[in-house]
């Protein structure tokens, strides 16, 4: 086996990187990742999705890693979890009295049924992903100078706001990249993955930053980066496979004796 003379850790997104945007699909990746298991590289997860999201879906992946959720507001390592964000119920506060002056709607308003038909999940997914310790997604239902005046607001009052695909998020002063820090061990190197907006804070915090290319061809803007010409999970197949390559790691013992 190859010398590793520095140890290697891998941060990843979840949505449009390591899962398909379209189907959640992530089979190109799992000969990756049993290459890196074998190596001793662990992956984190660093995602927007909530703990009980995750923790229903990290076993199809073998990853008993610490993992970061809600956007950088929470580090869980084992039994340990670190906050960088605010509680959800202090956001909630914050929002009550703004209710008379915007025109919104939460996640905290509606029932799964109601989630299911914004996002189009399944009941169960649906509950995961109302089960929120550190932020609240918004249905934002007034004009857009009046969300430029709220989101100023929310910042006066130590939060932010972020826009996904579907919803105006409101969470605490924190981002993907702050978590990192926590992470870094001497001689480790930091590989991280992402493909949106949210990412670039974690891409920035990295020794290698990668952007995964989307396939609505939406162009992450960062400096000083790698970029994959595949998208999801095939492109970050395509990553890291060529990181591991240069660094020389060995491919993974069981995918050589299964061919």
């Not at 290697?8 to 990742?33: A, I, K, R």
């Not at 008993?64 to 507001?73: D, L, T």
Request: hydrophobic share 40%.
């Amino acid at each position: 086996m190859a010398e590793q003379t520095v140890q290697l850790l891998v941060v990843s997104d979840l949505d449009g990187t390591l899962l398909d945007h379209d189907d959640y699909s992530f089979e190109e990746v799992l000969p990756v990742l049993d290459r890196m298991d074998e190596a001793g590289i662990a992956m984190v997860v660093n995602t927007s999705k909530t703990r009980a999201e995750w923790l229903a879906m990290r076993g199809d992946f073998g990853n008993e890693a610490p993992y970061i959720v809600e956007n950088g507001s929470a580090l869980y390592d084992g039994e340990n979890v670190t906050v960088f964000g605010t509680p959800r119920a202090k956001i909630l506060g914050v929002l009550k009295p703004l209710r008379a002056k915007f025109k919104f709607k939460g996640y905290s308003d509606v029932s799964a049924t109601e989630i299911m038909e914004w996002t189009g999940l399944g009941r169960q997914s649906a509950e995961r992903s109302a089960n929120r310790h550190f932020s609240e997604p918004l249905v934002w239902q007034d004009t857009p100078e009046k969300e430029e005046e709220f989101c100023e607001m929310l910042v006066e009052r130590g939060l932010m706001t972020f826009k996904g695909g579907r919803f105006l998020h409101v969470l605490g002063q924190t981002d993907k990249g702050k978590p990192l820090a926590h992470l870094k061990k001497d001689e480790a190197a930091i590989i991280a993955l992402g493909d949106r907006q949210n990412d670039l804070a974690m891409l920035k915090a990295a020794d290698i930053g990668v952007v995964i290319a989307a396939p609505d061809g939406f162009v992450l803007e960062a400096d000083d980066v790698l970029r994959s010409t595949e998208t999801g999970p095939r492109g970050w197949a395509e990553m890291m496979t060529r990181i591991l390559d240069q660094l020389q790691i060995p491919q993974s013992q069981k995918n050589t004796n299964d061919g």
